[in-house]
């Protein structure tokens, strides 16, 4: 059994890893995985300067961007097109303005509609073109995304047995069938949890508003109103990869389970703001009621 | 929909307030309300306090308690109770003995009485499960108790993480420590 905990992308991650590892084995997968995430940060970040993100809000033109970048864009659209753009990269300078820039802020300016996909950007794989300045935000699904990378850096490694945790985002494969009992935290309390899920083989995401709150707004703000989604206190999304189960997160928020399972497989639970709840069949979780 | 949505919050409201009250019944019941005695197997009844005067004709005014013969706790219900602890508020969770309790809740509809049953299985202090049994005569209170017994059951709940074996929490997520540091701020300023 071997465990990292570090702190990367402004957040806390825990790795567990079933099989034992030589101290020279973890140094070195430590490292490989703390140069991926640098690489991944300083592509994606909005919150840092030198980040080709926040070079293309100031530029346009055309960026070759890294190697991960087509199954990230490409994913994107695909969630941009089946949410009629409520689920948009483009959301970035309204967070900026809602307060939620990288000085945090918190002080809310006007906020403008952002462009749609197809007035601001291009993927032509490798290259990005901005057709206009625009700043990216790949909060929706960029950390799942991260924790697949990460994943797959330790399946590289052949460690099949593993959970890497980006502080409750979480990815687990067993290859004994060990089941992952996962809490899902109360939304108005962070020392309950309103149920357990069992995870195997899967991904599990969740997002609710009462942390990352301020003002008006919480993290998810509606590019067509320009408001915070008020009915939903928390969600949770099951998936096969922990970038799909994270954009959903943000997805539910704003589109109904019944149409995103047209689009995709995954299972889901929610937690409405007057407390009742819906859960997929296939959701498995004690919830407490 | 729109009305039947209007109909849920209604009987949910109404239904609620009987819940309280039924509840409140049950633990002062519990708690001290009934003298020692060996009488438990007949049904007792329980006045749950003074009626509120703001509240309207369909509200609950009384709560029928009836202990549940058909198990032993209930006749092990009120243990000694001293007049020490009547005074404290029983906001300990050992207060409560374990067992299952029913409540029939009677309340007034423009139609005339109607009543609904809830059961409690209590332990260590929690609700652990919980029935609800639709009395209603009325074809209305029929169709209102049936949307709230179907609905009343997703309303989840929390429990305190130390008392679960879990591995891990999934919650809100990515909660920046610059973003909670902001907030910290946010709040010493507004407390100035």
């Keep these: 059994m071997t465990k990292f905990e570090f702190q990367a992308i402004g957040t806390g991650w825990q790795i567990d890893i079933a099989k034992e590892l030589s101290s020279e084995e973890e140094a070195l997968l430590l490292l490989e995985i703390m140069d991926r995430i640098k690489l991944f940060d300083i592509a994606y970040s909005r919150f840092r300067k030198d980040s080709l993100v926040t070079l293309m809000s100031e530029n346009s033109g055309e960026f070759v961007l890294p190697e991960d970048a087509n199954l990230m864009i490409s994913n994107y659209k695909k969630m941009y097109d089946v949410t009629n753009g409520l689920v948009t990269p483009l959301i ?167 149409i995103l399972l047209k689009h995709y497989i995954f299972e889901y639970f929610i937690i409405y703001s007057d407390y009742s709840m819906k859960k997929s069949v296939g959701f498995d979780a004690e919830v407490f009621t | 929909m729109d009305q039947n949505k209007a109909n849920y919050w209604v009987t949910g409201s109404v239904v609620a307030v009987v819940l309280l009250l039924a509840s409140y019944g049950v633990f002062k019941y519990i708690k001290n309300d009934t003298p020692d005695s060996d009488t438990i197997e007949t049904p007792l009844e329980v006045t749950t306090g003074t009626p509120i005067s703001t509240l309207k004709s369909n509200t609950p005014k009384t709560t029928t308690i009836t202990t549940t013969t058909s198990t032993k706790t209930t006749t ?108 910290s701020k946010i709040k010493v300023q507004a407390a100035i």
């Design chain 1, 92 to 258: 970035g300078q309204v967070l900026v303005d809602a307060g939620y820039d990288a000085d945090y802020s918190l002080i809310e300016k006007d906020l403008t509609k952002p462009s749609s996909w197809e007035e601001a950007i291009e993927w032509q794989e490798p290259k990005l073109i901005m057709k206009t300045p625009s700043l990216l935000d790949f909060g929706a699904g960029g950390k799942g995304y991260l924790v697949d990378i990460i994943s797959e850096i330790l399946e590289k490694n052949k460690i099949f047995s593993y959970c890497v945790d980006g502080s409750g985002d979480l990815r687990q494969r067993s290859e004994v069938g060990a089941i992952l009992k996962v809490g899902l935290e109360h939304p108005d309390d962070s020392t309950q949890v309103v149920g357990v899920a069992n995870i195997l083989n899967q991904s599990i995401c969740g997002s609710a508003g009462n942390r990352r709150k301020w003002g008006n707004f919480h993290h998810i703000i509606n590019p067509e109103s320009l408001t915070s989604p008020k009915g939903i206190l928390a969600i949770w999304a099951v998936a096969e990869t922990t970038f799909l189960a994270d954009l959903l997160t943000t997805a539910l928020f704003f589109v109904s389970p019944e």
């Design chain 2, 76 to 183: 092990t219900v009120p243990t000694t109770t001293t007049t020490t602890t009547t005074t404290t508020v029983p906001v300990n969770n050992q207060a409560y003995k374990d067992g299952t309790y029913t409540a029939v809740g009677n309340y007034f509809t423009p139609g005339g009485e109607e009543s609904i049953t809830v059961t409690l299985i209590l332990k260590n202090g929690i609700v652990t499960d919980s029935n609800v049994v639709s009395n209603a005569i009325r074809p209305q209170s029929k169709e209102f108790q049936a949307i709230f017994i179907a609905n009343y059951k997703p309303l989840v709940i929390g429990k305190s993480i130390s008392t679960l074996y879990l591995d891990k929490v999934s919650g809100s997520s990515l909660t920046p420590k610059g973003f909670n540091d902001a907030v």
